[in-house]
C-alpha cells in the first residue's frame, strides 16, 4: 500500500505517505500562514525524498473536519480529486479523532477546537472509539459532567477555566499528525470521492439565519 | 505544430465548471454547474455557501467536462485555472483540483485571469484583431481595456465605485425583483420608455472610468420619492429609464476608446454582455460608426470555463506555468 495522509483541518497543515502499517514520511507546518499555497509543494517534496510517483499510489486519507472552513476546502478538494483522478481509494476520517489519537494516550480523550464566543468543536472519544456525537456546543457546558479522568487536548488554552479539573495533553502531542492519520486510515472503509465533503458541523451563517426566518414565517 | 488540449477550471464565483478547448479556440466540452437556485433565497452569491457547494460538484463537473469531450486525462496537454479575480474561498476550490490534477499527471499548470477569459471568450466565435479595444461588464466588474496586441492587456477604465451589474442587482432589489435581478430590469426595460431621465455619469471629460452609485441613488430615490407621494411607479419605464442611462455611457466610452486608440474592433465580455439593450446599442453605435462588434454568443457571456481553456493558450505558448504553491488571488491585477 503506498498511502497519502493530509491535514489541513487547522491552522496547522500536515501530511504523511505510509505503507499501511509504518510511518514512511511526515511533515508539519504547526502553524502554516497558508494551506492554499504550501500543501501541494510540501506532499511534492515528501513524494520526491520517498521516491513515490503519485501513479503508485493506493489511498488518500483526509481529516474531514471538524475545523477551520477554508482549511477543510482544500484538504479536501486535494483529496478528493487525486482520489479520483488517481482511480485510488479516499478515506476520511475526523479531524477530532485525529487528535484524540495523536495523543498517543489510552482511556477517555476529549479533542477540542475553538468555535469562539466559548463555544468549540468537540468530540470524545475512549480507548479510541468515539462516545456520543460530534457537536458544536458550549465548552464549559460539555466538559462539567465528566470525569476528572479525562484527558483534553486542542485548544484547551482558550477554556483553561473550564478544563482546569482535567488533566491537559503536553503541547507536543496536542497537535493533529498526518502520520498518525494515516494509520487510522489504513484499514477504514473508502468514501466516494465525488461525492465527498468536509464535515463543517455548522451551518454557513447566512444559511442557519435563513432557517430560522423560515421557523418564523 | 499540434493544437494543445487544455482541461480549464473556472471557480470564481457561483458556477462550478470545467471545459476542455482545443488550440484556444476549438470548445470540445465546456459544463456549467449553476447554483443561482441555492443563492437566490440569500437574494445574492453567499461567499461561503457557493465556496461549499463549490466542494460539492468539482470532481463531477471536472469528469462531466473530459467525458463530453471524448478524452481522457492522458490526453490533456495543461490544466487551466481561473487565479483570481473573484471570491477567495471559491477560487481556491479550482485552484486546489486543478493543482491535485497537474500534480497527479504531471501536467504544466496555468493561472489564468477571470477577465482575460472573459475577453478570450470572444475568440471562440471569431478570429481578433489587434489592435482592439474590450468592454467587459458583469456583476463585479467594469471596464475597458486596449488590447495592442494577444495577450497585452491596458486597462484604460474603470468603474470608480458599483461595477455595472452591480447597480443592475441594487436596482432589482428596490423593485423588489427576484435575484437574480439584471436579467429581469433589461427585461421590463425592453416594454418601458426612458421617462425618468436619470443622470448620466460622464466623470471628467477624456475619462475612461466609470461611475454607477450616483445613478443607482437617483433610481432608489426616484422610487422612494414617488412611494412618499403615493403615486404608483411604472416597473418598465423605471427599468428603461435607468438602463438607457447606464448604456448610453457604455456605448459612448468605448466608442470613442476604439476611435481614439485606433482599434480594429469593439469586444463585449462579462455577464452583462448578455444584456438586450447593451446588445442592441453597442450593435446600433457600430454600424454607425463603422466599428466591428464582437459579442460573444448568450452561453459564453456569463462564468464558464471554456473561456478560460481560450485564454489559457498564451501561457501555453510563453511557458508561462504556475507553481504547486499557485494561490488564489482575490484582488488579481490583470497584467
Known sequence: MKIVAIDTSTKQLSVALSDGTQIIAEASYVTSLNHATKLMPLLERLMQEANWSPKELTRIVIADGPGSYTGLRIGATTAKTLAYTLGIELVAVSTLELMAASTGRTGRVVAIQDARRGTGFVGMYEDGKRVGDEQHTTVADFVAALPADTLMTGDTEKF????????????AFRTPRAGVLALLGATRIPVDAHAFEPRYLRLAEAEAKWIEAQRHD | MTQPLILAIESSCDETAAAVVRGGTDVLSNVVSSQIESHKRFGGVVPEVASRHHVERITYVIDDALTEADVTIDDIDAIAV?????????????????????????????????????????????ELEFPLVCLIASGGHTELIYMPEDGVYEVIGETRDDAAGEAYDKVARTLKLPYPGGPRIDQLAQTGQDTFHFPRIWLEKDSYDFSFSGLKSSVINAVHNAEQRGEVIIPEDLAASFQASVVEVLVAKAIRAVKEKGGKQLLLAGGVAANKGLRHGLTEACEREGITLVIPPMHLCGDNAAMIGAAAIHPYRAKRQSTLAMNAEPGLDLK
Open chain 2, 82 to 126: 481561473t487565479e483570481g479575480p473573484g471570491l477567495v474561498g471559491a477560487l481556491l476550490v479550482g485552484v486546489s483540483a486543478a493543482k491535485a490534477l497537474a500534480f497527479a499527471h504531471d501536467k504544466p499548470l496555468l493561472g489564468v485571469h477571470h477577465i482575460a477569459g472573459h475577453i478570450y471568450a470572444n475568440r471562440l466565435v471569431q
Open chain 1, 160 to 171: 483553561a477555566e473550564a478544563l482546569a479539573p482535567f488533566e491537559i495533553v503536553a503541547p
